[in-house]
């Protein structure tokens, strides 16, 4: 999280509901760029900040939803509040099914936007903070021995310490032993809060429980 200032990022080709939407925004301190096209904003767009984009459904070059797929294919993952006119309506519940936050149809009051910008910011939060909890894990688990990794990852799948030091041909007290090293540089305090936090880092390398 290389910015954690929330940024409210706003596309339209409309100028003067650019103007408008970047005017509200600012009358409650929130940071906002306003761009006429989605090409601009995929020129100035910083995946490194804490932000959501609001955007028209139905621009000129690359629309709302083109822009949600380009955005998607690079892994890009910023809330998405469509704006919306009636006959767009259809195009906005596939943009909910893609993943997007919030859909606005026009006209629509204020605090309606408001309330959809605090939400996809929340979200976005929430994000960034699961992400940054999956690449601690990743790196205490970087500092396991092969061998604490493997009872590590015998213990999570259930396995009792008398059949890990049968499989592994160790003692029970050097299995022991290997799980309280564990537990102690995960800074885990129990069984099932190690459960949980290999599962968080489950798609980290080396990190899956074995089969069989």
């Known amino acids: ?7 409210v990022y706003v596309i339209d080709d409309d100028a003067a509901v650019r103007e408008s939407l970047g ?10 760029e306003v761009y006429g096209s989605a090409l601009e904003f995929l020129d100035a767009y910083d995946p490194g900040r804490h932000s959501c984009l609001v955007t028209d459904i139905r621009m000129p070059a690359m629309s709302g939803l083109e822009l949600q797929q380009k955005l998607a294919q ?6 998405i ?12 519940v596939s943009a909910m099914k893609a993943g997007a936050s919030d859909f606005l149809r026009k006209p ?9 910008i605090h939400k996809a910011l929340w979200q976005d939060r929430e994000r960034r903070v699961l992400l940054q909890e999956e690449a601690t894990i990743r790196a205490c688990l970087k500092t396991l021995t092969p061998r ?3 009872v590590m990852q015998r213990v999570v799948s259930g396995q009792a310490n008398k059949v890990i030091a049968i499989d592994l041909d160790i003692s029970a007290r050097t299995v022991e032993l290997h799980r309280a090293r564990v537990m102690q540089k ?6 099932a809060e190690l459960v949980r936090t290999v599962d968080k880092a489950s798609n980290a390398q080396g990190v899956n429980p074995p089969t069989g």
């Open 186 to 191: 995960l800074g885990m305090r129990s069984l």
């Open 148 to 150: 604490e990794l493997e």
């Open 74 to 79: 690079d892994k890009a993952e910023i809330p």
């Open 1 to 7: 999280m290389t910015n954690d200032k929330p940024l």
């Open 108 to 116: 629509f009051r204020d605090q309606d936007l408001l309330d959809c």
């Open 23 to 32: 005017l509200l925004l600012e009358s409650l301190r929130l940071a906002n």
């Open 81 to 92: 509040i469509f704006i919306t006119g009636h006959a767009d309506v259809p195009m906005a």
